[in-house]
């Protein structure tokens, strides 16, 4: 048994998914990916010294920087490129992350408002410290006496990642060149079988942006967060096998499941903004009221 | 005429109100100022030249931090050790925030969860980088028809800064040992007329916190931010002289202002972030949607 308060599990919580800034963190001994003289990721130091032997697509390191040789000078001939280098590495390589390979493409540029500079497979992002980003949507109900409950998806056992665990109702990554509301719409309906009349209701209300590191390299992060009041008489179902079971719980039951191991972290993050925008969390009473928004939206 | 759309000065506003962590500010010429080892702000270079001839109180520098002297081992000692020094400087030194003395004393700690270690006067927190906590309300209304107003209020043209700005409906600091709703019930009541049956029904939604600088110091602010849906009839009334006038505006009119000068910068933050809460802003469409949200949750 923990003697961990709710707060410092939390707390904990978002010190874990913003690992990446921590003292004790690879940054110091990560490279700088550039594209042009612009960063766009991070690369750790294993996946560098297997870099050195694609040097038709990689520049040497130099200033703390491995940059794309400037003859790939278009979206299309990066994106090719940087493909051939990943199809080779996961063949030759034991990189637990290329296992996932998703043929999934996610943009890549310095920042989100910045035109694109080459698309890469999703499973990879994570070996060159790329931003993701995706839409999280929090599926609740509130009762005819003004009770909140929130629908929350337990992750089918076969998922690579984060098998078995608590998800918010419908969540899905931005592939290159889609728009949120139309991943937000796409997911509800695959995911959770929510039609897209019901989806389209949606109300876009944050980001929640975060760095991590684990063995598979560096995650930096922005989930964008929409709030979707379900009918009561509505029920998500199974979709794509991607959930097992979707679960209706009032909403002091879910705040209570954010402290523990059973919930995808960057679910619990979303649930917590949720939880702190809609007067769950009372500043007068909880310490690390400040700590939790500051923790939930980080710069990257 | 500026050519800057409203997203660019949006995002100009808040580079303006994080700009001590900006290339160039004088973050890196700054001491930090410790008490017990643990840094409770940031002491500007004119400012550390000041407090040499305070060798009673302050030590000499070392390592990049003044400290308070370990003979100042209590919270009363230290406050009036300081105060003293305080009184010293208003005397003798062209200081200007201290022309602005207000005989109301903030708490000073490390972080907001811990206890404090001393209170200040408000007026010179700025000349040691201390914390400042505030609470703000977004006042706003909802007609029959779903259409959303809010209330801003035009600050005096007599108050010491930002004289004539536009403001949120009520706000103010949060003084030593007084909790975050009390002050919020306090402040809606004097500076708005709002009567406590109303004001208790403020929702805690938030928190804004940026780091600025400019001529008088350091300014890290945190302001606990709550919104307050006002009854269609209800309308506030000058209290006490703060506010010279209080308008009733259409949410897009108040959108278009806060990316002019006519606002208080940090209540501009304020509005733009209940823009972002309640759906007001697409992220579809607004290109620096995620770097409003960071601009407006900076850790301190």
Known sequence: MSSCSWSEKVLQLLRRMNNFHSPGSSRTRCLRFEIDGAQVGWIPPHVASLLNRYSTVFS????????????LDSYSTRSEAVDAVLQNLRQEEPLGCLRGWRDERYSVMPKYSDPPLMSMERAATSLFGVRRYGVHINGYTVSDSGEMSMWLARRSNTKQTYPGLLDNVAAGGLAAGVGIKHTLVKECEEEACIPAAIAEKACPVATVSYTYE????????CQFVFDLELPLEFRPRVGDGEVQDFY???????????????????CAMVVLDF???HSLIDPDTEPFYQDFITGLHQTL
Not at 214 to 221: A, I, N, S, Y
């Open 275 to 277: 939880l702190i925008r």
């Open 248 to 266: 209706l719980l009032p909403i002091e039951k879910v705040t209570e499941l954010l402290a523990t191991d059973d919930f995808k972290p960057n």
């Open 214 to 221: 684990d063995q598979d390299g560096v995650f930096p992060e």
């Open 60 to 71: 040497e390191p130099r200033n703390g920087a491995v940059s794309l040789l400037p003859r």
